[in-house]
């Protein structure tokens, strides 16, 4: 995931000790972030999403989330730190689409996307000048193939005999 922050920027790796079958499909993250700069640490935000897609697809690609400032992100279904981002402006609609090339649901054309790539790249720069909002931008692994939330056996059959 990386954070941009003003000019700063953090990136960092997270590992979780547990596997996708083992994960219910209303599984939240919640992710609270602090500025080392700062002693003691500083709390910038923090933010709490879903790992699966309303559809029961695992996340994948780049996503961002927003990052309420001041606030410890609290893991809760009640999401008071939700990290959705409402407004579907245009850099949104854009990033979804950029999303979409990434993992490849859409045609590459090399001297198109070229193009594209800088013209996207100046966008995201303004917008990130202009943003008032902390973001976290967080990359979920991609699989050649969307990973599918599924009942265990045992708990399909049981809810289908209720």
């Given at each position: 995931?990386?954070?941009?922050?003003?000019?700063?920027?953090?990136?960092?790796?997270?590992?979780?000790?547990?596997?996708?079958?083992?994960?219910?499909?209303?599984?939240?993250?919640?992710?609270?972030?602090?500025s080392?700069?700062?002693?003691?640490?500083?709390?910038?935000?923090?933010?709490?999403?879903?790992?699966?897609?309303?559809?029961?697809?695992?996340?994948?690609?780049?996503?961002?989330?927003?990052?309420?400032?001041?606030?410890?992100?609290?893991?809760?279904?009640?999401?008071?730190?939700?990290?959705?981002?409402?407004?579907?402006?245009?850099?949104?609609?854009?990033?979804?689409?950029?999303?979409?090339y990434?993992?490849?649901?859409?045609?590459?054309?090399?001297?198109?996307?070229?193009?594209?790539?800088?013209?996207?790249?100046?966008?995201?720069?303004?917008?990130?000048?202009?943003?008032?909002?902390?973001?976290l931008?967080?990359?979920?692994?991609?699989?050649?193939?969307?990973?599918?939330?599924?009942?265990?056996?045992?708990?399909?059959?049981?809810?289908?005999?209720?």
């Open positions: 995931p990386h954070c941009t922050f003003h000019s700063q920027r953090w990136t960092a790796w997270l590992y979780f000790p547990i596997m996708y079958k083992d994960l219910p499909m209303d599984t939240l993250v919640g992710v609270t972030v602090y080392p700069a700062l002693p003691p640490p500083h709390l910038l935000g923090g933010t709490t999403f879903f790992l699966f897609t309303s559809k029961g697809q695992l996340k994948r690609g780049m996503r961002k989330y927003i990052l309420h400032e001041g606030k410890e992100a609290d893991g809760s279904a009640a999401l008071t730190t939700s990290g959705r981002i409402q407004d579907k402006d245009f850099m949104t609609r854009l990033n979804k689409g950029l999303q979409e990434v993992l490849q649901q859409s045609l590459h054309i090399p001297w198109l996307d070229k193009l594209t790539f800088s013209e996207i790249n100046k966008l995201n720069k303004k917008h990130t000048q202009q943003c008032a909002t902390m973001h931008n967080v990359e979920f692994p991609s699989f050649p193939h969307p990973v599918v939330f599924t009942l265990p056996l045992s708990e399909a059959r049981a809810m289908a005999e209720s």
